[in-house]
């Protein structure tokens, strides 16, 4: 454990904190990055055409490899690798496609930049992933598509996801951006959907800063995707060269060439992430109104983008959340509470009636559903923690159990205070 006083005053209302000391830093980096960097600044080739370029083509080989795909392609960012997958996948304009209520507002909004209708199911309180069953209630003529994300640290029921869209014929991109490297039942996510989409942007298991990339076995859905993020040009080759205005959505080979060094690393964070959570899963299930997710059997490779857990307020002397997070935050430990909205009632998720028109329509027709555990989650009890703060030591999870048990113990000397005192008590902190 970390040096401090054995005062228990909090470190939000002036006590000293449980940890000082810095977390690992993300993202990882070190002279494999910087051999790559430069050899590929040196040669000059350094965007992503010719699409594939050279390092995003090896690049992608490895990763559809390493998630049992057959093919992957390089582009921009994880939002635009929802978008352009739903159209390669042949969901048509206008179509409805099921999302999950809690998660970033990209699965959504990709949707719609597609020229879709997100619809919102809710999750299951126990998984924070899709409800499959909140999802079986919402298809219409008009369902085309299914969105599971894998959240967090968790794998989607891709088995009952499976199961539901065989029987209405409906369409399966995986939202992997939190789970590079996850395995369900032994195989790659991104390979059981018809696509699956990844990110690379900074926060997450494998970064370039910006990125992301589409997983599929399917030559004609490769096809069209080489299409849609070449400005229209044809995959050389393509069976059936469709006409489509293409965006420019390339990834630079400056990027591909970081990935490469951050998939090799890949596997060995997983396993000093995997050590770490399990003894910090062990110490919340003796925690009074702390709880944690159900992680299926079925995951045998669990990909740790955020450990996530539940907090019950009662047990807390009816603290709010946000002032528990806050509270963590000043001991030393960087939580957040509201990482995600609940996507009905989301601020980011505004669009303007007059562009967005399949929306306005579809919400004219049937006013999007409550999804009561996504906002009990968003609003009230999840509690999030990054993934690089299970890169360190033994030690390193023990000052997170200590900082816990050290607000729990404390927890009625911030009971009543209002999310504004808080705010204005950890500026004056920060201040110090
Ligand atoms: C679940 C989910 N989907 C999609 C995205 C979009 O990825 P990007 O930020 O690379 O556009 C993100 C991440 O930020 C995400 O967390």
Not at 228 to 242: D, I, K, S, Y
Not at 300 to 308: C, E, S
């Amino acid at each position: 454990m970390s040096g401090h006083d054995s005062s228990t005053r909090l470190a939000l209302l002036g006590g000293t904190p449980v940890r000082t000391a810095p977390w690992p830093q993300w993202p990882a980096r070190g002279p494999d990055e910087e051999r790559v960097v430069l050899a590929a600044l040196r040669d000059g080739d350094w965007g992503g055409f010719p699409l594939p370029n050279e390092r995003s083509a090896t690049f992608a080989a490895a990763f559809a490899e390493r998630h049992d795909c057959e093919h992957a392609l390089c582009v921009a960012n994880g939002t635009v690798s929802l978008e352009v997958a739903l159209q390669a996948m042949g969901v048509e304009p206008g179509a409805e496609v099921i999302v999950p209520a809690y998660t970033f507002e990209a699965t959504a909004s990709a949707a719609l930049f597609a020229g879709c209708v997100p619809v919102f199911a809710d999750i299951d309180p126990d998984t924070w992933c899709i409800d499959v069953g909140s999802a079986a209630a919402l298809i219409t003529e008009r369902t085309q598509a299914i969105v599971p994300v894998h959240l967090a640290m968790n794998i989607a029921d891709l088995d009952a996801i499976g199961a539901l869209a065989g029987k209405h014929g409906l369409a399966v991109l995986e939202d992997c951006a939190h789970a590079h490297g996850a395995r369900w039942r032994g195989r790659g996510v991104g390979s059981w959907g018809d696509a699956g989409s990844f990110s690379f942007q900074s926060s997450k298991l494998m970064t370039a800063g910006e990125g992301g990339i589409v997983t599929t076995s399917d030559e004609t859905t490769l096809d069209r995707l080489h299409a849609l993020v070449n400005c229209g040009r044809q995959r050389p080759g393509a069976a059936e060269p469709a006409p489509v205005i293409g965006h420019n959505y390339r990834m630079t080979d400056l990027q591909a060439a970081v990935l490469e060094v951050q998939l090799d690393r890949l596997d060995h964070q997983h396993e000093v992430r995997a050590r770490n959570a399990s003894r910090l899963r062990a110490a919340i299930e003796h925690i009074d109104g702390l709880s944690n997710l159900r992680i299926d059997d079925r995951v045998t490779t669990q990909a740790i983008y955020q450990f996530v857990f539940r907090f019950d307020s009662e047990a807390f002397a009816g603290l709010d959340r946000d002032v528990f997070v806050a509270a963590l935050a000043a001991e030393g430990v960087p939580a957040d509470g509201r990482f995600y909205e609940s996507l009905p009632v989301s601020e980011l998720l505004r669009p303007d009636p007059a562009r967005y028109t399949a929306w306005s329509e579809a919400l004219a027709r049937r006013p999007t559903a409550e999804c009561p555990q996504a906002e009990r989650l968003a609003y009230g009890e999840s509690v999030w923690l990054p993934h690089q703060l299970l890169l360190g030591t033994e030690g390193d999870v023990d000052d997170m159990v200590e900082a816990v048990l050290k607000v729990h113990g404390s927890a009625s000397d911030l009971a009543g205070l209002e999310t504004a005192e808080v705010e204005r008590l950890r500026q004056a902190r920060s201040a110090r």
